[in-house]
């Protein structure tokens, strides 16, 4: 019976992998960070939407729409929106990503990042025309 070639893979735990505890708290306090800046430029597109439309309501939903197509133009930013927003169920009020015609996982990613965005947009436009 021939021996079998001593394994080079390592246990990550016993073999000081890069990944520690201490960098949960790491990913916790950068999102935390992004969700400050995430959540601060939805609060002042929404000013900036109120101050331009006025009272015209149609206006200001007409003003999100392009906000929120302005939002995903890059796919990071789609994939960060995703992550951040506490939106990401919207697009299942729209019928979901396949009633939109999402090709791929960045497609479907980027339509669930624009109707969170535009969700999160009317929520903020909605509580500071109160």
Do not use: C, H
Request: proline residues 3%; aromatic residues 10%.
């Amino acid at each position: 019976m021939a021996r079998s070639k001593p394994s080079t893979r390592r246990n990550p735990k016993k073999s000081g992998f890069p990944y520690r505890r201490q960098d949960d708290k790491a990913l916790d306090d950068a999102a935390q960070v992004e969700r400050a800046r995430y959540y601060g430029s939805i609060k002042s597109s929404a000013e900036e939407i109120l101050k331009e439309a006025g009272d015209d309501e149609d206006r200001a939903q007409e003003m999100a729409y392009v906000y929120a197509d302005s939002a995903v133009t890059y796919t990071r930013d789609a994939w960060k929106i995703a992550w951040i927003s506490d939106s990401t169920d919207a697009i299942e009020e729209m019928g979901g990503p396949e009633d939109w015609g999402a090709r791929d996982v960045t497609d479907t990613i980027t339509k669930i990042a624009y109707f969170a965005y535009l969700q999160d947009l009317r929520e903020e436009i909605d509580r500071l025309s109160r």
